[in-house]
């Protein structure tokens, strides 16, 4: 049984074939500047990256049975598989999403094409998945919101892949699972649900890219300052905050080479990332009531061994630690599709 | 020994005359909102008046006088000699911000001077010893400040290793002081190494919001929907239990609950799991936790401790030791100085 994977990504679309579970084709379709400098927006580009896919497939000359793409900022949602129905595609089109993001448009993309084979169209576990227990959702003040954002696909698809490494079932692991990577979610898993997350956004450590919790009341100096616009302050959030802000890389494998180099404040900025990331692991453990079976790091930063040595350090009191470093995101996408072609899942239906 | 200490909060004056380490007089005068009307500094008078009437002859016999620590700039913690260049920075204002205790330094700076006996100060809240990495945060613009119930929790880490025969510096507690604000604070031989505060980026309190997820914070500072002033309530005084639920006394969360208002359940809840969250974050610290200290007037809510504790049981032990001891923790490190177990330090000039 054939599944093709679509994923956009800000500069690329990445296309698989899975054949069983295995992926037998691949390509990266990549934009320079001048070719996205006049569709800004993710529906402007549907066109383009739509004719660009259907030429790779063709080449192929394989014939899928379904097709699945990556899930964008939807309303929330259960985990599961989803069928790409008309009022999903009618809520991207008409802007019905939670913010501009490419991944908004991977399911339009896999509809388009799963039409011209007259076959079905998934997505599976976007961000937007909403397993939040209550108490989750409140901050400080009633202005802002806790929000229920994560990695979601591949964090899904390290609990599966828990389950079944130790041969338990998946909605019996209580785990806490850390994605480390330019953004970083810490969730803990309460019976097979994310039932919180630091919202690689809104809170938790700080990232290569992003500056995570910050002091509320110091940071409200430095808007009120006068010295910053916000769209240079949004920047340093998100994009410009973390490692980059520090030590103008995003790149983890640069800081790790800086260190050996005996760079004493790469080496200081490095393990605080550690430090914070375990600090989060340390309080998503607590929300499960001391029942925490394993601790679960994955993420391209999980690659890094110094990284993953200092957090395994401080939490391994907590729980055995397992390490799954980076992310496959075509293969979580493939299996979730396949999971219903062959009839072990039923498909949900976006309402 | 005969010692007065004193403890200007931000709505009361607290004082005590001890005999070493037993009190023989104790008080704590509420003040009036019109008392409290004008700026901090400028309450020095009447905030000394109240204390010279409530130790009466007494001030004639006292050995020393000793105040809580106030907000000056970081420092280490510990007893410092009140001297005129801490009370010039503190009365032109060259400190980190005017809180009520830097009236005790004023007022222990006057009696000393009238009666010519030693001041000393406390444990200022500008105690900071955290370590490096705990000073990191997610920018280099905003570095993580250890600005905290230092006195109190101080206090009570080294109550709680004389009660289990262990030496202070081998051991390692979490302290979480719960009173209108809230700090949650890892203590380690002795020294508060991270800071949660409900002021900056810790749980949210009665009435301190907590941390708050910086980009939609950024565009509520930029939306012109509340001043700057209103903002920085939303971290002094009317955050957390005090917006959502127009009162910061637990008091009347609880009755609330009592009476089945299932609003005020859910943010009292959600309190206490935003306070459990941040203890276990510093249960990573690389130590065994002996033991988790609740204090502060929060922890004398039943259900506040009962929600924490089942969080937290399975992951250490839970003590609770409700209110704060202020005046003993003032008394107890004035006199470790007097009898010559501790130095006094220096106050060293940082005025900007």
Redesign the interface.
């Known amino acids: 049984m054939y599944v093709l994977a679509i994923n956009p990504g800000s500069t690329s679309t990445k296309i698989s074939v899975f054949e069983d579970g295995e992926e037998v084709r691949k390509n990266i379709i990549r934009y320079d500047r001048d070719a996205l400098k006049d569709k800004k927006t993710a529906l402007e580009q549907v066109e383009m990256r739509g004719n660009d896919i259907e030429r790779e497939i063709e080449k192929w000359g394989i014939k899928p049975d379904g097709v699945v793409g990556r899930g964008g900022l939807f309303k929330p949602l259960e985990s599961g598989t989803y069928r790409i129905n008309e009022r999903l595609l009618k809520d991207i089109m008409n802007g019905k999403v939670r913010g501009e993001h490419i991944s908004n448009i991977g399911a339009v993309l896999a509809h388009n094409i799963a039409g011209k084979f007259g076959v079905p169209s998934y997505f599976v576990d976007p961000v937007s998945v909403d397993e939040f227990e209550?108490?989750?959702?409140?901050?400080?003040?009633?202005?802002?919101e806790?929000?229920a954002l994560q990695h979601t696909l591949n964090i899904k698809a390290c609990i599966r892949r828990v389950a079944r490494d130790k041969k338990r079932k998946m909605g019996d692991l209580n785990l806490v699972v850390a994605h480390l990577g330019g953004g970083m979610s810490v969730c803990p898993v309460k019976k097979g649900r994310l039932i919180d997350a630091n919202?690689a956004?809104?809170?938790g450590?700080?990232?290569p890219e992003?500056?995570?919790?910050?002091?509320?009341?110091?940071?409200?100096e430095?808007?009120?300052s006068g010295k910053y616009t916000?769209s240079f302050?949004?920047r340093?959030?998100?994009g410009e905050?973390?490692l980059v802000?520090?030590l103008g890389t995003n790149s983890a494998d640069e800081v790790v080479l800086r260190i050996k180099e005996g760079d004493d404040y790469a080496r200081?900025?490095y393990?605080?990332m550690a430090?914070?990331i375990?600090?989060?692991?340390?309080?998503?453990?607590?929300?499960l009531?001391?029942?925490v079976e394993y601790i679960v790091l994955t993420g391209g930063v999980a690659n890094s061994r110094l990284l993953t040595d200092w957090v395994k350090?401080?939490?391994e009191?907590?729980a055995p630690v397992l390490i799954y470093p980076g992310e496959n995101e075509m293969l979580a996408l493939a299996q979730g599709a396949l999971r219903v072609l062959r009839g072990e899942e039923e498909a949900k239906e976006y309402r | 020994m005969l010692i007065l200490a004193i403890n200007p909060g931000s709505t009361s004056t607290e004082l005590g005359v001890f005999e070493d380490e037993g009190p023989i007089l104790r008080k704590k005068i509420e003040h009036t909102k019109d008392e409290l009307s004008v700026p901090v500094l400028a309450q020095f008078e009447m905030r000394k008046g109240c204390i010279e009437n409530c130790a009466g002859s007494y001030l004639q016999k006292i050995d020393a006088v000793s105040s809580r620590g106030g907000i000056l700039h970081p420092m280490e913690g510990g007893v410092y000699e009140v001297g005129k260049s801490m009370v010039d920075d503190v009365r032109n204002g060259r400190v980190d911000a005017q809180h009520a205790a830097n009236l005790g330094i004023l007022i222990a700076y006057d009696i000393k001077k009238r009666f010519s006996i030693p001041a000393y100060t406390v444990d200022p809240i500008s105690t900071d010893e955290l370590w490096e990495l705990a000073r990191v945060s997610g920018l280099p613009d905003i570095p993580r400040s250890g600005r905290t119930h230092s006195l109190n929790v101080r206090a009570q880490a080294r109550k709680m290793a004389e009660k289990m025969k262990k030496p202070l510096g081998d051991a390692t507690f979490i302290v979480v002081h719960m009173g209108g604000g809230l700090t949650v604070n890892l203590v380690k031989g002795g020294k508060i190494r991270d800071v949660a505060d409900a002021r900056q980026s810790g749980p949210f309190s009665p009435e301190a919001c907590g941390g708050l997820s910086t980009p939609d914070y950024t565009k509520l500072c930029f939306s012109n929907r509340y001043t700057e002033e209103e903002m920085i309530r939303f971290s002094y005084g009317e955050g957390g239990l005090m917006r959502w639920l127009g009162t910061s006394s637990m008091k009347d969360v609880e009755e609330r609950i009592k009476r089945g208002d299932k609003k005020a359940d859910y943010i009292f809840r959600a309190m206490a799991y935003g306070i459990a969250k941040s203890i276990g974050g510093f249960m990573v610290c690389g130590e065994k936790i002996d033991s988790v200290i609740l204090t502060g007037g929060g922890s004398k809510s039943k259900l506040l401790v009962s929600l924490i504790t089942e969080y937290i049981s399975p992951h250490a032990t839970v003590v609770v030791c409700p209110g704060s001891i202020e005046l003993e923790a003032i008394v107890e490190s004035t006199l470790r100085v007097l009898r010559g177990e501790e130095e006094a330090k220096i106050y060293e000039r940082r005025g900007r």
């Open positions: 209550e108490l989750a959702r409140f901050s400080g003040i009633p202005e802002i806790r929000i919202n956004i809104q809170e450590p700080f990232s992003r500056s995570g919790t910050l002091p509320i009341s110091a940071f409200l430095m808007c009120t916000k302050l949004s340093r959030l998100v905050g973390g802000a520090y200081k900025v393990e605080a430090y914070q375990s600090k989060e692991i340390g309080a998503m453990a607590t929300v009531k001391g029942e350090a401080r939490v009191f907590i």
